[in-house]
């Protein structure tokens, strides 16, 4: 899931986990400040997430780095693991949860209810963070407005 990295000093390492620890309320407020856009989906529409905008992704072996642009030394960075990287990678606008699924049952070979279950709770965390729009509920849901 998106976790800050660590960083040298210990008031940077506060000052990121401070952020990533408020969630929603700091990802909607700064996410404007980067211009990040909100997305929603039409009614009777299964969810189809979709990323936010000015977003540096960054390749580390299995897992991806995500740091706002421009980027401020100071500013959130947020580490994916090898799994998260997968579900982060298909959010396309064009997939739908069931299909982020798929993609991340086929990585692994999990069950697709195991696989649903995890991408759903990747996708919240990322929305709880401000990366992530287009995620309500379960997934299979009809979005109305961002989470």
């Known amino acids: 899931m998106a976790t800050p990295v ?3 000093s210990w008031a940077t390492t506060r000052r990121t ?8 309320a700091v990802a909607l407020v700064l996410g404007r400040a980067w211009g990040l856009r909100d997305g929603r989906a ?5 969810a189809r997430p979709r990323r936010a905008e000015n977003l540096l992704e960054t390749a580390r072996g299995d897992d991806v780095e995500l740091r706002p ?3 401020d030394a100071h500013g959130p960075v947020f580490r994916l693991n090898r799994s998260a990287a997968i579900v982060w990678r298909g959010v396309d606008e064009r997939r739908t949860v069931d299909d982020l699924a798929a993609l991340l049952a086929a990585a692994y070979g999990i069950p697709a ?4 279950a995890d991408t759903t709770a990747c996708l919240k965390a990322l929305s709880g963070q401000g990366l992530v729009f287009g ?5 299979s849901e009809t979005t109305g407005a961002r989470s």
């Open 6 to 8: 660590d960083r040298p």
């Open 17 to 24: 986990f401070l952020l990533a620890g408020v969630g929603g």
């Open 42 to 46: 039409a009614a009777g529409e299964p």
């Open 69 to 71: 642009t421009p980027v």
């Open 113 to 116: 209810a195991a696989a649903h």
């Open 135 to 139: 995620v309500h509920g379960s997934g």
